[in-house]
């Protein structure tokens, strides 16, 4: 019979590197993304890696995506007349903020996010695992709430995401004119922080360093 110690190391050994198809460099899955092709010959984005068929893999990184496009780079490694979307750069972008502020509105429901400038300043002095701020909002409000987290943490560092405007965040927290929120230590929060954390980097240009010490909630690895 299997040990219980083989059965755990199977569960929490790192997945393989994936190569991507336009840079030729490795890494973990949880920092590239997955495609495949759909039933009318079409490249779809497999974000959560779980579709069926053979997959190719690129670097999760807008330009990356772009480039692969101008290439005509999957039609070469599906070995096949695939439809790939002008606007796929784009769409994947979509997707990434949708999941984003699924998981915040999971978090919500979770009670791990607290909304409204007062409480969430009330909220830092209890204790926060990071911040939201809307991306149209006060420039001044935003510094004071930063400057109390800091306050608060000194050199512990808590993530502050500015990646939505306040309707996004007022539709996925169920409020109106949201321009900040506080989250709460959970898994809920940490899978939202590891969904923006997906999001930067695929808007950040490939030369643009990835943070190697940031832990990928979801996908179980550094990344």
């Keep these: 019979m299997p040990s ?3 059965a755990l190391a199977r569960r929490t050994k790192p997945e393989s590197e994936r190569t991507c198809i336009v840079t030729k460099t490795k890494a973990a899955p ?10 009318a ?7 959560r890696h779980k579709l069926p068929g053979r997959g190719l893999w690129l670097t999760a990184r807008a330009d990356v995506v772009a480039e692969a496009v101008r290439r005509n780079a999957f039609a070469r490694a599906f070995k ?21 502020l699924q998981a915040l509105s999971m978090a919500k429901k979770a009670g791990q996010v607290i909304a ?7 909220a830092i002095k209890a204790g926060v695992t990071g911040l939201v701020h809307a991306s149209d909002g ?3 409000g935003s510094r004071k709430l930063s400057q109390a987290l800091r306050r608060k943490f000194g ?9 939505f405007t306040s309707p996004q965040l007022s539709l996925a927290l169920g409020g109106t004119n949201v321009i900040h929120a506080a989250l709460t230590e959970g898994a809920a ?35």
């Design 4 to 6: 219980k110690e083989g």
């Design 30 to 39: 949880c920092a590239m993304i997955r495609f495949v092709v759909g039933p």
């Design 41 to 47: 010959d079409e490249v779809v984005a497999d974000l």
């Design 80 to 100: 096949a007349q695939v439809k790939v979307s002008a606007t796929l750069p784009e769409e994947i972008e979509a997707l990434l903020v949708e999941n984003c």
């Design 116 to 122: 409204g400038s007062f409480k969430v300043e009330a």
């Design 138 to 140: 006060s420039a001044d």
């Design 155 to 163: 050199g512990q560092t808590r993530p502050e995401i500015n990646l």
């Design 189 to 223: 929060s940490e899978a939202f922080f590891s969904h923006c954390r997906k999001l930067e980097r695929y808007r950040s240009p490939l030369s643009a360093p990835c943070d190697a010490g940031a832990v990928d909630a979801t996908a179980g690895a550094i990344c």
